[in-house]
């Protein structure tokens, strides 16, 4: 029998990682798109290089999209690119748009050329509900976006829905909300509460900065959402679905478990910094998923305690793991010694002379 073939953009991040896993166990010839950079960005998906095939297209570029759809003839696109972080979305509202509202339409238009008959996921966001009505939020509410990704992703939702009924294509948006796992990156508020306590765990730091401790969420596990993705284009009538754990903590919450479990007190450690604050808050957010568990039978498998304990745990073996590296290359190489036990004369005339002197 001809192998399922899949198209996933966005395969270098952390939900492209774990779809790209679950589609190649699932026996899915599995290709992923990655835009040309000086420097490989491969580090979530270098366990899978050999397994999936990497081919070379950007959202911005519309020819690529076409020639990619043409030369792969995928059954499934999976459209998880885009520029994800709220912050940068403030200081680059015009490129942020590019990526993750257009870059939409530009797919959307390269399958309704190429084959309208691919099915197409697109990774929307509970950000697009903002400063929510009600709570909790289900595919009925209404969205308010509170800063320029939402309200790019609100377009790239429409978009879908528009492709689904102008042209019959299968386009289904999935309404996800925040979901993590030792693979976020380091600048999303939960990495960056398991990265800070691990490092004061080892020593590494004194403080961890936060922002707004007291926004809300309804955090779940990556892998468990990568599976609704999944579930979603194999249902018989494309429809959209809010994925989430139906719990919502605030950012407190979340550290002060991270750091218990790291047997530390949270009070000791955290220091409000205000320039983390957003022009626009979105302050609290609380999904429904009650469609998604009785039409997909899907429900997260992982609590928000366990996910905690995950991410804390993942950060400390990492950072161990460089640090045992580091000390034993230290012993061997006068340079590192310098640099690694003396940081205050890391200075380039040390480096030097230690270089000479070897
Ligand atoms: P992520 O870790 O930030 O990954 C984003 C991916 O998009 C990276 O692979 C990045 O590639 C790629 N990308 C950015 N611009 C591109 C372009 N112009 N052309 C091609 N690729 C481009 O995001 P994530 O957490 O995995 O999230 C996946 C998707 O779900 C995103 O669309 C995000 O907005 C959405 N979403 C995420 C959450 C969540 O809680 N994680 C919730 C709802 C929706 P590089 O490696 O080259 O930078
Ligand atoms: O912030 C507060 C911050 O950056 C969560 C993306 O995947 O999920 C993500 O967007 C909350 C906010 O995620 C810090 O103000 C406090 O209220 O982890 P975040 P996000 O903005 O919710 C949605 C669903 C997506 O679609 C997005 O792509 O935490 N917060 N202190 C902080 N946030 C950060 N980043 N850093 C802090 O130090």
Known sequence: ??????????????????????????????????????????ERIAHLIGH????????????????LLRQIR???????????????????????GEFTALG???????????????????????????????SPQNEKTPFYPRNPYAVAKLYGHWI?????????IFAVSGILFN??????????????ISDGVARIKLGLAKKLALGNLEAKRDWGFAGDYTQAMWLMLQQKRPRDFVIATGQTHSVREFAALAFKTAGLHWRRYVVEDRTLFRPAEVHLLCGD?????????WKPKVSFEELVKMMVEADLERLRHCESRRSAAGRSNPVSEIAFRHPKRRTRRALWRALRSQ
């Open 160 to 168: 879908t829905v528009n492709y689904r009924e102008s042209y019959g």
């Open 179 to 192: 979901h993590e796992s030792p693979r976020r990156g380091k600048e999303f508020v939960t990495r960056r």
């Open 289 to 297: 998923a009650s469609k998604a568990r009785r039409v997909l039978g």
């Open 104 to 134: 939409v339409t530009r797919m959307l238009e390269a399958i309704k050329l190429v084959d309208r008959s691919i099915r197409f996921y697109q990774a929307s966001s509970s950000e697009m509900f903002g400063q929510v009505s009600e």
């Open 1 to 42: 029998m001809k192998k399922r073939t899949a198209l996933i953009t966005g395969i270098t991040g952390q939900d492209g990682s774990y779809l790209a896993e679950l589609l190649f166990e699932k026996g899915y010839r599995v290709f992923g798109m990655v835009r040309r950079s000086s420097t490989e960005t491969f």
């Open 52 to 67: 999936i095939e990497l081919v070379q297209g950007d959202l911005l570029d519309q020819l690529s999209l076409i020639n």
């Open 74 to 96: 995928p059954r499934e696109v999976y459209n998880l690119a885009s520029q994800s972080f709220v912050p940068t979305s403030f200081e680059q509202p015009v490129l942020t």
